[in-house]
């Protein structure tokens, strides 16, 4: 949410920034302050609306972060669980793999011992053992991404914990300098 004065001395509270540049406060759900705007701040040069798109795009994202979790414990918790998940996924991706590597065994020996015996294995078998390593390649690929996934996801959720330490610290920081209202 935000606050501002217009030029009438109203104060007008909304989901967007004011329109023309002046200086406006970003408030959270609670209605507490979390910064204040100064009119350089929210003006919007000519060359500068990718700028603009950024704080916007990053002023939801803080007001994303702060509507959904309500201390650092959510933020552990909603990072653990989604650990988990990619946990199982990968689990289930080396299951996947190990099966296929078995796979790829017996048909390399079926192949071995039909070869040792003079004869040539069918076609259908060649076909299945190429198969069978495309989709090992595939499996490997998949679980590249998933560690990398799990790596990723523990750097996103201690971004989020430090942004949410600064977001509060900031609201705490406004709340102490502001005079109590009755």
Do not use: C
Not at 14 to 38: F, I, K, M, N, Y
Not at 47 to 76: M, P, V
Not at 108 to 123: N, V, W
Not at 137 to 165: G, H, P, V
């Amino acid at each position: 949410m935000y606050r501002w004065v217009d030029d009438q001395g109203r104060v007008h509270y909304s989901d967007r920034p004011p329109e023309r540049a002046r200086a406006h406060t970003l408030l959270d759900r609670q209605g507490r302050t979390l910064r204040q705007v100064s009119p350089a701040e929210s003006s919007e040069p000519d060359t500068g609306s990718a700028a603009r798109s950024q704080i916007r795009a990053r002023e939801r994202q803080d007001r994303a972060l702060l509507s959904t979790y309500s201390d650092e414990a959510e933020i552990d918790r909603a990072r653990e669980q989604a650990l988990a998940h990619e946990s199982l996924r990968l689990n289930s991706l080396n299951s996947l793999i190990a099966q296929a590597r078995r796979r790829q065994s017996e048909l390399e020996a079926q192949i071995a011992a039909l070869t040792r015996g003079g004869g040539s294995p069918p076609p259908s078998l060649a076909q299945q053992l190429e198969d069978t390593r495309g989709e090992i390649t595939q499996l490997e690929q998949q679980i590249a991404r998933s560690q990398q996934n799990l790596a990723d996801i523990a750097q996103r959720y201690e971004a989020y914990k430090r942004r949410f330490r600064e977001l509060k610290g900031m609201a705490a920081d406004k709340r102490a300098l502001s005079p109590a209202v009755p």
